[in-house]
């Protein structure tokens, strides 16, 4: 049989993580991403991070949030491998991190807001959107539940022969 018109599943039968996962870890470790993109700017290091964080500890509260998307996406990146099995309890909670991860970066909103004195601006409008849409991406979707009981079940089956 040909399965090449399934695209969510690899060549070994498991499950892809989600594009929007990704998207998500993305979101979640902006912070990073900007210190990143912020190094390669040889004349004025800090003036990108000055555009998304004029407050010197809003920044430095985005790093550490984001730090827990980064762990979270290699866990990810160990379970593409599937080498490492202590990981399973890990990924098994998933879902549970992400939410922490969201309701945390909710707070920063509220704290970048307050600094703000609560007049609008686009960035941070588009932070409550995306943190919005990722709430009812993690409630509704299907493809990551699945792929999340993915190595859970592989596990499983392993265990039984």
């Known amino acids: 049989m040909n399965f090449s018109h399934i695209t969510w599943l690899d060549d070994?039968?498991?499950i892809k993580p989600p594009i929007f996962l990704y998207i998500l870890l993305?979101?979640?470790a902006r912070g990073w991403c900007i210190f990143i993109a912020s190094l390669t700017q040889m004349n004025d290091r800090s003036g990108l991070v000055r555009i998304f964080y004029p407050e010197k500890s809003d920044f430095l509260l985005a790093?550490?949030?984001?730090l827990g998307a980064v762990l979270i996406y290699l866990?990810?990146?160990?379970?593409?491998?599937r080498s490492l099995q202590w990981l399973i309890p890990v990924f098994v909670h998933l879902k549970w991190g992400l939410w922490l991860l969201l309701m945390l970066d909710a707070v920063l909103?509220?704290?970048r807001l307050?600094?703000?004195q609560f007049l609008f601006h686009w960035s941070l409008a588009l932070d409550a959107l995306m943190l919005f849409w990722s709430s009812i991406y993690l409630l509704k979707s299907k493809r990551l539940s699945y792929y999340l009981d993915d190595?859970?079940?592989e596990d499983k089956t392993k265990s039984q022969q």
């Open 26 to 28: 993305a979101y979640l």
């Open 114 to 116: 307050l600094h703000s």
């Open 75 to 81: 866990v990810v990146i160990a379970e593409r491998r």
């Open 63 to 66: 790093l550490a949030a984001g």
């Open 109 to 111: 909103l509220g704290q």
């Open 12 to 14: 070994k039968g498991h």
């Open 151 to 153: 190595w859970i079940q």
